[in-house]
């Protein structure tokens, strides 16, 4: 069975560039959620998509966007970076939003440590 | 928004002794989970709760879900190196999509051998 895998794992950007970052589901999973992790706190919830259209956002401003491939591969876009986007990018998959049991464990990504300048 | 408090914000112990962890929210969740983050790495699901009272083990850890859906902790017995790392806890809501996730802000435990 493969993990939820994420690249790049580290990058810099300066201030005002724009970022993508890539997201594979684990095996069997057809949901991603993405999560802003800043030092020393919790992950924070960006957006999540299934079915290749977005299924519920976070409190994060429009020039943050995704999309979901119809393999369930997912990327994160960031646009006109601030010095305050830079944080670790969590990437996790799940079950679906069938409501069933598990459908609420999500499974993470190591990461993509993102440096704005 | 709603926040999860998570106490305490750091634990230093001698390895062997028991830990315990726990979260309280300001609203009800229908799911609560644990989760396990080591340095440069992802968070690791440890152990899910889906039902008020439900108590869970996983080896040597055991979580609970509060009775009033407000709140859980996470007990480790007999520690050992290995078990440093930081431990947050997530709850989650009736209504939202799955992913939504509230996380609090994470237990840092630091093992002594």
């Known amino acids: 069975e493969t993990g939820v895998t994420q690249s790049p794992t580290h990058l810099i950007k300066t201030r005002g560039q724009q970022v993508t970052l890539r997201c594979s589901s684990q095996s069997g999973h057809n949901t991603v959620s993405w999560y802003q992790q800043a030092l020393g706190q919790g992950p924070q919830f960006i957006f999540q998509y299934y079915r290749e259209e977005e299924n519920g956002r976070g409190n994060f401003p429009p020039r943050f966007s995704g999309l979901q491939f119809p393999n369930y591969s997912s990327e994160l876009n960031v646009n006109a970076l601030e010095l305050d986007d830079s944080a670790l990018y969590l990437c996790?998959?799940?079950?679906?939003?069938?409501?069933?049991?598990?459908?609420?464990?999500?499974?993470f990504g190591e990461g993509s440590r993102l440096t704005v300048l | 928004g709603q926040q999860l408090n998570q106490s305490p914000q750091s634990m230093f112990i001698q390895e062997g002794e028991d830990v315990s962890m726990n979260c309280t929210s300001s609203?009800?969740?229908?799911?609560w989970l644990w989760y396990k983050q080591d340095p440069g790495e992802g968070p690791v699901l440890l152990i899910a709760?889906?039902?008020?009272?439900e108590l869970t083990s996983n080896g040597r850890l055991t979580a609970q879900f509060g009775i009033t859906r407000k709140d859980s902790f996470l007990n480790i017995s007999a520690s050992i190196p290995s078990d440093v790392g930081i431990y947050f806890c997530?709850?989650?809501?009736?209504?939202?999509?799955?992913?939504?996730?509230?996380f609090g802000k994470g237990t840092k435990l630091s093992v002594k051998p």
């Open positions: 996790a998959s799940s079950l679906g939003t069938s409501g069933g049991p598990k459908t609420g464990e999500l499974f």
């Open positions: 709760l889906y039902k008020a009272g």
């Open positions: 997530a709850g989650q809501n009736y209504g939202g999509s799955q992913g939504n996730l509230i």
């Open positions: 609203s009800i969740f229908n799911t």
